[in-house]
């Protein structure tokens, strides 16, 4: 701890603050990260003088804590305190079932006895249903269980570490007085804030994001909904000019099939051989509106009468 000692007076070493402020700011950056992400940081303090501002701090920002005994192998041996938190879920479900009313009262008294203490050890860590991203440690030298545990699984620890501590082992490091409630109250404080702000980051991110998702599905549905109602307004339109401009003038009803119709009608107009066919032929066409189609046909019957009176 030399490098974070100030001097030495009357056999008491004074912390240099400068280096605490840096290291504060340092550790309180990555802490907010954290939160930020969603993940969960495990507070650990067991010593009397911190275990209540630890548990009343923390509370407030719903992260998992330890207060009381720290429980060997909490982090290597993970699977088995999971276990001894499903059990105390299902002593809770037993009460809501009517189970205890099958049951003795001594078998209920035992049941709620083992339901307290599991309670009072594991009980801030019942949401937390997997290894946390990191660990907040009171005292290192008191805790180096939980410490060694978190090197071992690759955790990074932040601690408040005095002058009587080895900072070797610790991630991020605050030099301070742990003995003194004053410093574990300002320095918890300080570390709650930053993680509160982490979280409230994360869920203003939440609801830009949702907000954000949301316009996007409701311009979607307005450009589809526009793309249906386009072609519906101008289907019949454009067909219909095509059908007027290659009609013919005096054949455009004929040609054209009544709505509803089966049975397209097909009409062929013959091909003319010679100009003066067609001169000959154009005439009854345009006149055949003013009902003298029958005379044109007169002269087409009288043509083999007199063939014969030729012959």
């Not at 974070?4 to 912390?15: D, L, P, R, T, V």
């Not at 938190?85 to 809770?92: R, Y």
């Not at 055949?288 to 063939?307: F, L, Q, Y």
């Amino acid at each position: 701890m030399s490098p974070y000692i100030f001097m030495e007076k009357n056999g008491i070493h004074i912390i240099d603050l400068n280096k605490t402020e840096i290291k504060l700011n340092e550790a309180a950056a990555a802490m907010k990260q954290i939160a930020k992400s969603g993940r969960k940081i495990l507070f650990v303090a067991t010593k009397k003088q911190a275990k209540d501002i630890v548990a009343e701090k923390v509370a407030e920002i719903n992260m998992p804590y330890v207060t009381e005994r720290w429980p060997g192998g909490m982090l290597t041996n993970f699977p088995t305190i999971r276990k001894a938190v499903k059990k105390m879920s299902a002593i809770d479900k037993m009460g809501t079932d009517g189970t205890f009313e099958i049951l003795s009262k001594r078998e209920r008294l035992q049941i709620a006895r083992q339901r307290a203490k599991l309670e009072k050890n594991l009980g801030s860590i019942a949401d937390l249903t997997r290894l946390p991203a990191a660990m907040f440690i009171v005292d290192v030298h008191k805790e180096y269980i939980a410490v060694r545990e978190a090197n071992r699984l690759n955790i990074p620890v932040f601690a408040m570490v005095d002058t009587n501590s080895d900072p070797r082992d610790i991630d991020f490091p605050i030099p301070s007085n742990d003995d003194a409630s004053k410093s574990i109250t300002l320095i918890m404080t300080f570390v709650t804030e930053a993680v509160a702000e982490g979280l409230s980051e994360r869920k203003m991110e939440k609801e830009k994001d949702a907000a954000e998702s949301k316009a996007k599905k409701a311009k979607s549905e307005a450009k589809a909904e526009s793309k249906e109602e386009k072609p519906n307004r101008g289907k019949a339109e454009p067909s219909e000019a095509k059908d007027r401009a290659n009609a013919t003038p005096g054949k455009a009803r004929e040609a054209r099939p009544t709505v509803g119709s089966k049975k397209a009608v097909k009409v062929e107009v013959p091909q003319p051989k010679d100009l003066s066919e067609t001169k000959n032929e154009e005439a009854p066409k345009a006149e055949a509106p003013k009902a003298e189609a029958p005379k044109a046909e007169a002269p087409k019957k009288d043509a083999p009468e007199a063939k014969k009176s030729a012959e």
